[in-house]
């Protein structure tokens, strides 16, 4: 029914930049979040950036001020801008859609495959 689908990561120095994307597609009547979220091994899952219809951006405390997320609804894509990356950026980085599928408010919530990001010398 919907996919979701990242592109962005890679290998980049301490200090560099990225940006990730997520591409929604389907059957989608409206998207209602999407968030981007990464884990290292050994590790919960956390929070990186979450955009909703109507609320200002959220952020884990750890990317404050340095990664920035906007979404463009007609291309149905959500960007991760990360900037200053740190070495404990190094993750894999998933999306994350909660979607309206239809006029009668059914909902679907699903992640994408996922895309690591290595920020190394």
């Known amino acids: 029914q919907v996919q979701l689908v990242e592109s962005g990561g890679g290998l980049v120095q301490p200090g560099g930049s990225l940006r990730l994307s997520c591409t929604a597609s389907?059957?989608?009547?409206?998207?209602?979040?999407m968030g981007w979220y990464r884990q290292t091994p050994g590790k919960e899952r956390e929070l990186v950036a979450r955009v909703t219809s109507s609320r200002p951006p959220e952020y884990g405390d750890s990317v404050k001020g340095r990664f920035t997320a906007s979404r463009d609804n007609n291309k149905r894509t959500l960007y991760l801008h990360m900037n200053s990356l740190k070495p404990e950026d190094t993750a894999a980085y998933s999306c994350h859609g909660e979607i309206t599928i239809d006029s009668f408010g059914s909902t679907w919530n699903g992640w994408g495959q996922g895309t690591q990001v290595t920020v190394s010398p």
């Open positions: 389907g059957s989608i009547f409206g998207i209602n979040k």
